[in-house]
């Protein structure tokens, strides 16, 4: 038997969901499907149940499950380089940062595999930046309602007791104020502040937009201090919301950017890109990482950003058609409290738990998902078209029908 087989035999729902228990550490609470294959915006699962995709693995396969081009070229990849140290230069990760650079109007990147680690190369790289220029004491400001990921720097900078109950001591350094509150924020600035670190749209957070006032406010604050901005846009960045980067509606820049998830088109990669200025501050041995730009990565995030390139007209255009029939929903059912987003990232928020939803959603063959516990989420493939829309507002509507609030 080759090996491939051995990893696909025996592949019965029960035996890998108690199996799951058996041998992984229990970080997960996962609904009781186990996914096989993926192709354009369905999955499926090993009982040849078929589901359409409308969380696209939080954010991640923006252009699709198994895209062919990304296929096709991967696997070109794959037998001319996998993986080699950035002991040396590669060609993939060089022309996939110009191309970044391109995009952003940002100048220079630097390679890691998650979001996370975007986040953590973002901070270190502003604090480096802050002692060579004087500013502050390495201090970040971040938001309430922001997540920037699961390590222990990033979990001290995102603002949430059950993320860093138990994990005591961490790092350092960070403060947190309330989200599109500009007073709040102008009031916590200190000598000690270096950064302000948010997303222009937070995700997990339930799906928060931020004023345009208040970025621009933001923007004109770190100029006018001198201290750094960082956007995180690992969610809500790579044409999620009808533009490359969220901050693109904005008509502003920040000083750093932080990608990952949909970067990758579902390979792992992270990126932290900086102006020219800024990303100086770090010299050779001062940051690294062995799989961090490596070629297979790399290949597959440039031909998953030149596919996003050639869908943005068509988020702007779907995700205003999705909101509008998720608006005729929130008409309808009281308890529905709020819809809200922009392009393809839209939370609803319900006046109950919205878990037994997704649960009851997932029953009828659509994945979606539920954060912040009342805020359902949809982040679907952007290539998603009217008629899945209408699917799974139809399904919506039929659980909401059933639901007594
Ligand atoms: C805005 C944001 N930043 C950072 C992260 C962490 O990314 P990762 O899970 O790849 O470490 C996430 C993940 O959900 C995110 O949404």
Do not use: W
């Not at 509606?249 to 200025?277: Q, S």
Request: charged fraction near 25%; proline fraction near 4%.
């Amino acid at each position: 038997m080759d090996i491939f087989q051995e990893i696909y035999r025996d592949i019965d729902e029960s035996s890998i969901i108690q199996e799951e228990k058996r041998y992984l550490m229990n970080t997960y609470g996962r609904l009781p499907v186990v996914l096989l294959r993926g192709n354009g915006l369905y999955v499926e699962d090993v009982k040849g149940r078929r589901y359409l995709d409308f969380i696209s693995g939080i954010g991640v396969n923006n252009i699709g499950h198994c895209n062919p081009e990304l296929v096709e070229h991967v696997r070109k990849q794959l037998e001319t380089l996998i993986h080699v140290s950035n002991l040396y230069y590669t060609i993939p990760q060089v022309k996939l940062a110009k191309k970044l650079a391109h995009l952003s109007g940002l100048d220079k990147a630097f390679f890691s595999n998650s979001g996370a680690e975007a986040n953590e190369g973002a901070i270190k790289l502003a604090r480096r930046y802050g002692k060579k220029m004087g500013i502050g004491e390495g201090e970040i400001i971040t938001m309430e309602g922001g997540f920037h990921g699961r390590t222990l720097a990033t979990i001290a900078a995102t603002p949430k007791v059950e993320y860093q109950k138990g994990f005591e001591p961490l790092p350092g350094g960070f403060k947190y104020v309330p989200f599109n509150d500009i007073d709040k924020l102008m009031e916590s600035i200190s000598s000690k502040t270096t950064g302000i670190m948010l997303e222009p749209i937070q995700g997990e957070g339930g799906i928060h937009v931020a004023d345009r006032e208040y970025l621009k406010g933001v923007r004109d604050i770190c100029d006018d201090r001198g201290i750094l901005l960082i956007f995180d846009e690992v969610q809500c960045g790579i044409g999620r919301t009808g533009k490359m980067f969220a901050y693109q509606h904005y008509n502003l820049k920040p000083d750093i950017l932080t990608l990952a998830k949909a970067l990758g088109g579902g390979i792992p990669i992270g990126a932290t890109l900086a102006k020219e200025e800024v990303a100086k501050a770090f010299s050779p041995g001062s940051h690294g990482s062995t799989f961090g730009g490596n070629p297979l990565a790399c290949v597959s995030a440039y031909i998953t950003l030149s596919i996003v390139e050639d869908l943005l007209t068509h988020v702007e255009e779907i995700g205003t058609y999705f909101m509008k029939r998720l608006m005729e929903l929130k008409d309808n059912y009281p308890f529905i409290r709020d819809v809200r987003g922009v392009g393809l990232m839209i939370g609803m928020e319900l006046s109950f738990q919205g878990r037994d939803v997704v649960k009851r959603i997932l029953e009828k063959g659509f994945l979606i998902n539920c954060t912040a516990e009342r805020v359902l989420r949809f982040l679907p493939p952007l290539i998603i078209e009217r008629e899945h829309i209408d699917a799974l507002v139809d399904a919506l509507e039929e659980v909401f029908s059933e639901i007594e609030k």
